[in-house]
């Protein structure tokens, strides 16, 4: 096995990703493909890939993670990728401590870990919705799905969307906007959303948005930078810019003009997107984890992703654990595992000794 900047990555290491990836069986999310890793490089130092080999010298699997200080690792683009984990041959075994020891990592953190992540999925502490828009079958079966469950709903925002238009102009929708300054736009009507609502502002961290000013140029099959923007005359009233393959639409950063709001331009948005998508090949549009009351207006299923760490021994580990999660959720979390609570345990009462004024 040998670890190495996503840069150095060689075009021979990249096809192989792209085929494992492909023969997993798992959702085409572009936060797995290679392309995601690579941006998440430019603009974080410490990004690494693990790249797996077998006796015969086959690639047999990858492992992209940041690594910080005492060994802590985390998943790629931790706090905004939306779908995490390793991309493995099927059928390989692996242990994951074993594969931490290798990389240098005395923990490996993740916050959405991909189902049917079998190597990590012992180590996830708690399972959340991740919630999808299912076009499969075509948008009139999607809207056929909504009028049943939903009724009310779906004619109030088509009713909404034609009010949009008498008052503002004819609204239009642009599925891949390639105007720099509309995503200009919608980060800023995004960070003023984080402000408003008390929540920490992604975009005032340079990474993000040098990360998601990348990615808009990134024109890959597996992983592709869409911004799709919703007009009332020339004016753009709400906007999302997510990643794509060939099948699944990630929906990553929604948001809307204030001045327009009681028009729900948000809602309009998102069945606009799903027909436009539907209509190019996407099957599928993962909303991302967190409740929220648009997505149980528009989903029709969900998909399932995991928060947790996988541990290797060391107090370490514990620590920095600990460190980054709320006391409430790091008890929880140490509770179930006797082997980390101890080692959690004999980690703060070193630390509390060092803290300790030296006698004279």
Not at 108 to 126: I, K, M, S, V
Not at 191 to 220: C, M, N, P, V
Request: aromatic residues 8%.
């Amino acid at each position: 096995m040998r670890v190495v900047r996503p840069g150095d990555l060689g075009a021979g290491d990249i096809e192989s990703w792209r085929e494992l990836r492909a023969g997993s069986g798992a959702p085409a999310q572009p936060f797995m493909e290679p392309e995601f890793t690579l941006a998440v490089g430019r603009v974080r130092p410490r990004a690494r890939v693990a790249v797996i080999g077998e006796e015969s010298g086959v690639t047999a699997g990858f492992l992209p993670f940041e690594r910080g200080p005492l060994g802590h690792g985390r998943a790629i683009g931790l706090g905004v990728s939306d779908v995490q984990g390793a991309v493995l041959r099927p059928g390989l075994e692996l242990d994951a401590k074993e594969l931490l020891r290798a990389c240098g990592l005395s923990a490996w953190e993740f916050d959405n870990l991909e189902e049917g992540q079998g190597l990590f999925a012992p180590d996830a502490a708690r399972a959340y919705a991740s919630y999808v828009i299912d076009v499969g079958e075509g948008y009139a079966a999607y809207e056929r799905t909504l009028r049943a469950q939903a009724p009310k709903f779906l004619k109030t925002t088509l009713a909404k969307e034609r009010k949009l238009g008498r008052d503002a102009g004819e609204v239009r929708f642009v599925l891949d906007e390639r105007d720099p300054e509309v995503l200009g736009t919608l980060m800023g009507w995004k960070s003023a959303q984080y402000r408003r609502t008390g929540r920490r502002d992604r975009f005032a961290k340079e990474w993000i948005r040098g990360l998601t000013e990348f990615l808009f140029h990134t024109g890959a099959p597996g992983c592709s930078g869409l911004l799709s923007v919703l007009y009332a005359g020339d004016r753009p009233v709400a906007a999302h810019f997510g990643l794509r393959s060939r099948t699944v639409l990630s929906c990553w950063f929604p948001a809307y003009d204030p001045a327009f709001a009681k028009y729900s331009p948000g809602l309009i948005l998102h069945l606009r997107m799903a027909r436009a998508a539907a209509d190019d090949g996407i099957g599928l549009l993962d909303m991302g984890r967190g409740a929220a009351e648009y997505k149980d207006a528009l989903r029709t299923g969900e998909l399932t992703v995991y928060e947790g760490a996988s541990v290797r021994p060391g107090a370490g580990a514990a620590l920095q654990w600990i460190g980054r999660e709320p006391s409430r959720r790091a008890h929880g979390f140490v509770r179930n595992r006797p082997r980390l609570a101890g080692l959690a345990q004999r980690g703060l009462e070193r630390a509390g000794r060092l803290r300790e004024p030296k006698r004279p």
